[in-house]
């Protein structure tokens, strides 16, 4: 018998409870044991950035985190940026600015972007570029991407 | 091809003394992680070795920085982003700031540990060349004790280390540098974030009036492991700001390193690049105004 663990932890606030593997990635644990499927793989290897969460409120590439750790952790994912049911005004900016093509890496684009504005209120272009630093998009040329992130910093989308 | 989950196990001990048990009743079956950044991408292309991990993630006392006076000592727990937010790590080590932003980017300096970029031993890791111009020395622990080394002899060749199966890396020491210092730190890597090194130099000089009485150079990327520059250190210790030999130094480099040809960058390019970054890093020093 393979051994598991009961992880209780918060996901985007509430309290959960799930069966897992020690090495079970937080990643799968989110997609499949929870159905959280915003967030996205893509490299596995922590490079691409598309499976951003915050973990006890820091970005963490969720690929790279093993279930063994994430007893009475929280964790917060793009499924919970929305705040009663209505996009964040990140989320709208990124609508309103096209900063998502594809959509693949948006997830893990604005999980990243909303920490970043938690911990620098006005960012400068450069500052949103090391904040999104390892968050990579093959289709946007990241600077629709920037534009809503600071658009968002300068109060302009409705909250 | 991936991991097959259920093979492998873990533990989680409570305190370092359970997991120095632990390790001790199974020499080298273990293999510790902590902010999983190296071991995870081994583990998700099936390459860990090991199948059974100990968690160090709860032994708060491997946590954290204590300042004292004339030294700072890091736990091996703690990440870059906690280098990056420690006043005294600013004041005292910029470079060790420098290299810790330079690592990855901000999801990796997030769960990274300092203890951990020491011990996966890469020669291209960023803040070993920042801890080998400071001087540091590391303590490692087993059940029998605990020992004290300088961090430049722990590295023994290509991921062999002076770190016995029982043992942890368990804290970093790093002398406060005293009097007039100078500080340099540079990555040359493809791109700012998530680049691995091709060339890493950290150095920090000590100076009295306009002589460099002290140098102490450290490189990344460019030998089997991080390691000092003692033949170009030596040709400029004793030197005075304004006339510091920029070429017998890039020349006394060549052979303190011994860098391979890889994906990243040609023998040639790192040993071209190592030296150029040497004398960038020496002419800023000649323009220093102590």
């Keep these: ?159 | 091809m991936r991991s097959f989950v259920p093979d492998f196990q873990a533990r989680v001990p409570a305190s370092l003394s359970e997991a120095l048990d632990i390790l001790e009743s199974e020499p080298g079956a273990w293999a510790p992680i902590a902010g999983g950044t190296d071991l995870m991408v081994l583990f998700n292309a099936g390459r860990l070795p090991s199948r059974k991990l100990l968690d160090l993630t709860r032994l708060f006392e491997l946590r954290g920085v204590q300042d004292e006076p004339g030294r700072l000592t890091v736990g091996a727990l703690t990440t870059f982003t906690e280098l990056r937010e420690q006043r005294v790590v600013h004041q005292c080590f910029p470079n060790l700031v420098k290299s810790a932003r330079a690592t990855g980017a901000l999801a990796i300096q997030n769960r990274g540990t300092l203890g951990g970029n020491i011990v996966n031993a890469s020669p291209a890791a960023d803040t070993p060349p920042a801890l080998l111009a400071y001087g540091a020395e590391v303590e490692l622990t087993s059940r029998a004790g605990s020992r004290w080394i300088p961090y430049a002899h722990f590295h023994q060749g290509y991921k062999v280390m002076d770190l016995a199966p029982g043992e942890l890396l368990t804290r970093i020491r790093l002398p406060k540098p005293e009097g007039t210092g100078y500080h340099f730190y540079r990555k040359v890597g493809t791109r700012q974030a998530q680049a691995i090194s091709k060339v890493c130099l950290a150095a920090y000089a000590r100076l009295e009036g306009r002589t460099v009485a002290e140098l102490r150079v450290g490189l990344g990327a460019v030998a089997p492991v991080p390691c000092r520059a003692p033949r170009a250190e030596a040709v400029v210790r004793g030197c005075s700001l304004d006339a510091l030999p920029f070429e017998a130094a890039r020349e006394a480099l060549q052979a303190d390193i011994a860098p391979i040809d890889d994906v990243r960058a040609s023998a040639h390019f790192r040993r071209v690049v190592a030296g150029n970054v040497l004398v960038q890093m020496l002419k800023d020093l000649a323009a220093a105004r102590p």
């Design chain 1, 1 to 159: 018998m393979p051994e598991t663990l009961r992880i209780q932890f918060t996901v985007n606030g509430e309290a959960r409870s799930v069966e897992a593997r020690p090495m079970d990635r937080l990643l799968d644990v989110l997609r499949e044991g929870l159905g959280l499927t915003g967030t996205k793989e893509g490299c596995g290897e922590g490079e691409c950035g598309a499976c951003s969460v915050l973990l006890d409120g820091r970005v963490v590439n969720s690929c790279l985190v093993p279930a063994v750790q994430l007893n009475g952790t929280e964790v917060v994912t793009v499924e919970g940026l929305a705040r009663d049911g209505a996009a964040s005004p990140m989320q709208e900016a990124f609508l309103s600015h096209n900063a998502a093509q594809c959509g693949f890496c948006t997830p893990g684009m604005l999980v990243s972007a909303e920490d970043l504005l938690r911990r620098n209120a006005s960012p400068d272009k450069e500052q949103v570029r090391e904040g999104l630093a390892g968050n990579l998009c093959r289709c946007t040329g990241y600077a629709k991407i920037v534009d809503a992130v600071q658009a968002v910093a300068r109060g302009e989308v409705e909250k």
